[in-house]
């Protein structure tokens, strides 16, 4: 079957158009304060509900500029320094989800140091914030025709043909996987995980292993970038950037489960 064709742009007003892919950022910050706010009723998580619109504030440039560097320096490094420019020119598309968790934790880093908390509590109270934003952005992808998945079986039932792709060869919808394992089983997890008091760090930890392994699966059913291929040992750029999140958070996780659950925030990094 054909995915459905979608006009990237939701509505115009005069000669500004709002497509649907921004929509889905803001889509992801709602969420982040919906749920924010929820969490924030539980003292014991060391965040108020005054603090969490700053703490979007910081969250939404560190999403936003990482995302934005991250897929510069990540994917099309030559380009961007021959043409320093064209990194301003966001309107062409480019974004990277690894970028964007960077920006995040760097987001998280400053407000903690600001506000003198733990970036360890700021750190666990946003990892289940995280995943409903994942999945507004692959749904955007989704509605733009774009990182379409690789050839899949033809009598695979839900095996699309994207038309922005050129061809007629029916591929996984890997956009929808994406949204699917980055977004609900990975909020899920890491949500009810952090339902309770956990060694400080650990639900943190938690949500990079998570990432770092639903996104190297799902790598494998995504065609890789055209300019890119895949590179060492068969894998392509998402695999390789995921391990690294993945490994950190296997060291987070190891380091953090020796503090005692639901231990006081402090001012320590």
Known sequence: MFAPDFDPVAFSIGPLAVRWYGLMYLVGFAMFLILGRIRARQAWRGMSAAELE??????????????????????????????????????????????????????????????????????????????????????????????????ADPGLPWAMVFKNSGTLIARHPSQLYEALLEGVLLFLVVWVYSMKPRARGTVGALFCMGYGTVRFIVEYFREPDSFLGLGLFGLSRGQWLSIPVFVVGLAAYAYCRRQPAGSAPHAEL
């Open 54 to 151: 700053d703490l979007l504030f910081y969250g939404v440039v560190g999403v936003i500029a990482g995302g934005r560097l991250g897929y510069c320096l990540f994917y099309q490094p030559e380009w961007f320094l021959a043409h320093p420019l064209d990194v301003f020119k966001v309107w062409q598309g480019g974004m990277s989800a690894h970028g964007g968790i960077l920006g995040s934790v760097a987001a998280m880093i400053f407000f903690a140091w600001q506000r003198k908390k733990s970036f360890w509590t700021i750190a666990d109270f946003v990892s289940p914030l995280v995943a409903p934003g994942l999945m507004a952005g692959r749904i955007g992808n989704f509605i733009n025709g774009e990182l379409w998945g690789r050839a």
